[in-house]
């Protein structure tokens, strides 16, 4: 299996313009998560998803951030309008089901989005 | 706050050397969970123990749970240069959607 995808690798942009990360989730498994990672905060769960349904989205830091899941095999994660504190690794992970946390949870490889 | 913490939050040892790291959480938990993240990279699930067991082994692994202490500690056997990483604890958060949460992590170097 290829394991989870995440594209692009590296983003840079500058403030003000919008920001599209993209996944694509192990094949047949049911759950997705959405996470950011940095220095100050470490890794941070921003939403997760079961069955394309988003679950919590609680960890979304502001309005300027959306995700979406239109089908089992793609979420996307939005931020627009984008800002310098925006910047930091975001990492995909999926899993085959929910399980109250003791689902293994597969992460990609990231994405490391440079806000100027 | 974090419902995991672990400590120390760096460690330097020798290759072959045993490396211990400990975390600690704040409520009670069904399970807990240790990941690995070289640089660069996504995290790598390397064990679960729940809370009814006190010890695990996967290969050079060996993980305790105390969970009268609320802690837990890793400990890498025969450490190997491949072995620098970091090292994240996770542990469900409590709660009607209970989710997995990560602490701050611990940077093992292994030096060869």
């Known amino acids: 299996d290829a394991g989870v995808i995440q594209s692009p690798r590296h983003e840079v942009t500058e403030m003000g313009q919008e920001v599209t990360l993209r996944c694509k989730p192990i094949?047949?498994?049911?759950?997705l998560f959405w996470y950011r990672q940095t220095m100050m905060r470490g890794l941070e769960l921003l939403i997760y998803?079961?069955?394309?349904?988003?679950?919590?989205d609680s960890g979304m830091p502001e309005d300027r951030f959306s995700a979406k899941m239109p089908n089992a095999s793609f979420s996307t994660l939005k931020i627009q309008p984008s800002e310098p504190r925006d910047s930091a690794v975001y990492f995909c992970?999926?899993?085959?089901?929910?399980?109250?946390?003791?689902?293994?949870?597969?992460f990609g490889p990231g994405t490391r989005l440079l806000v100027l | 706050s974090q419902q995991g913490e672990e400590d120390p939050q760096a460690l330097s040892i020798q290759e072959g050397e045993n490396a211990t790291m400990n975390c600690s959480y704040k409520?009670?938990?069904?399970?807990l969970q240790w990941y690995r993240q070289n640089s660069g990279r996504g995290l790598v699930h390397l064990i679960l123990?729940?809370?009814?067991?006190r010890e695990k082994h996967s290969g050079r692994l060996r993980v305790t749970l105390d969970t009268s202490k609320k802690s837990s500690s890793l400990l890498i056997t025969a450490s190997r240069a491949a072995d620098t990483a970091s090292y994240f604890c996770?542990?469900?958060?409590?709660?009607?959607?209970?989710?997995?949460?990560f602490g701050k992590g611990i940077t093992l170097s292994v030096r060869p």
């Open positions: 992970a999926s899993s085959p089901r929910l399980a109250g946390g003791q689902e293994t949870q597969y």
């Open positions: 094949s047949g498994h049911n759950s």
């Open positions: 998803f079961n069955n394309n349904v988003p679950i919590d």
């Open positions: 409520t009670s938990i069904n399970n």
């Open positions: 123990i729940r809370s009814n067991e």
């Open positions: 996770a542990t469900p958060k409590a709660g009607a959607n209970s989710k997995l949460t």
